[in-house]
């Protein structure tokens, strides 16, 4: 194992031996290929540099206290990454090669897998792109679907603290039907100068409302939006919002833990009524959020008056992470054991 300072990693990227990569050529896919340059050599008028066709994914590895390693609904993630190729027009990589490509990424780094107890983990990142040229807006005829790995800390470096957010009406994340639903590059631009404010002003991130009527509560920056309110979670519906891995296992967790659910249009007045709020996704499984600014009316929503975590929240977070880490039982076989 390398000589790093696992406890202290940043989620950030970090050079590692190998990545995985196939191309799509003459309308099939090839064979999947080691490399270990960092750097890929694509056409200057490829679609993805043009047109936005690039679609990503990001999931984790986890190596337990047994020594096993293991990976977290990698089905999910390879369903909603042809589900994104869709969306905008790309070629599907199938299961079997998303698979396959994920699993020797992992092999080819498990040096960099951070050891179970450090709160890190090997961040997978599998990425497609159109990679043939085109200048008439159209499809490309190439496409490139590569994986790599990095070690990486938490996402927020509070870690499971809570954090600030903030509410602003002058940016739009995504339309609501345009792509806000698949996990495309594009959105993330679209969102990085209100970010970059948020950031700016003391938030971890925005809490983007629906680009409609500014009304309903869609989700945070990278991460879905969810509530506790009395013994229900609440998450919101919206067409616009990413569908989480994360946020559909939180459900289906409190749902075991008897609590009720409901997934529908969350208004922002009604944040003043939940007893717990958080972000979730695969970076931080749970962010609990302190605090939401709404930047135009000046209103602060606060929530954890004791400076932690809410008690539902906390929970839920333990139990995620001890199934994704192999201490819980794996009642829903959600993982996949590498090695
Ligand atoms: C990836 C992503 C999430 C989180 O999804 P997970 O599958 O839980 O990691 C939430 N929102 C957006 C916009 C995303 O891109």
């Known amino acids: 194992m390398e000589n790093i300072d696992w406890k202290s990693l940043p989620f950030a990227y970090f050079k590692t031996d190998y990545n995985v990569r196939c191309y799509y050529r003459n309308g099939k896919w090839g064979k999947i290929e080691t490399s270990s340059s960092e750097y890929i050599n694509i056409h200057m008028a490829a679609t993805c540099l043009h047109y936005g066709q690039e679609a990503f994914e990001g999931m984790k590895a986890f190596r337990g206290e047994d020594g096993k390693i293991r990976i977290f609904r990698w089905e999910e993630n390879a369903k909603r ?9 790309m070629a599907e990589v199938p299961a079997e090669i998303f698979k396959k490509s994920i699993v020797k990424a992992i092999r080819l780094n498990t040096k960099h897998i ?7 983990a090997l961040y997978l990142r599998p990425l497609l792109i159109g990679s043939g040229p085109q200048v008439g807006v159209k499809p490309a ?5 590569l994986v790599f790995v990095s070690p990486v ?3 927020f470096k509070e870690g499971f603290s809570p954090v600030k957010v903030q509410i602003s009406r002058d940016y739009d994340r995504a339309a609501p039907r345009g792509t806000g639903s698949i ?10 100068k209100a970010g970059k404010r948020a950031h700016d002003e003391g938030f971890a991130t925005v809490l983007f409302l629906d680009s409609k009527e500014q009304k309903y509560l869609d989700e945070a920056g990278p991460a879905n939006f969810f509530a506790i309110k009395g013994n229900t979670y609440v998450t919101p519906k919206s067409d616009s919002i990413l569908p989480s891995i994360t946020n559909m296992s939180l459900m289906t967790l409190a749902e075991d833990m008897g609590y009720k659910v409901e997934r529908r249009p969350i208004t922002a007045d009604e944040l003043s009524e939940f007893d717990e709020v958080g972000a979730c996704g695969t970076a931080a499984v749970i962010s609990p959020i302190k605090l939401i600014n709404d930047r135009d009316t000046g209103k602060n929503y606060e929530y954890c008056k004791d400076g932690k975590a809410g008690p539902v929240s906390t929970k839920l977070y333990n139990r995620l992470k001890a199934i994704q880490e ?7 076989g959600w993982n996949y054991i590498v090695e």
């Open 81 to 89: 990454m042809q589900r994104s190729a869709d969306g905008i027009m």
């Open 141 to 145: 005829d190439e496409y490139l679907f």
């Open 326 to 332: 192999g201490t819980a039982e794996d009642k829903f």
């Open 114 to 120: 951070p050891p179970f107890g450090e709160g890190a």
């Open 153 to 155: 800390g938490p996402y």
């Open 183 to 192: 996990k495309v590059g594009g959105n993330y631009a679209a969102g990085m």
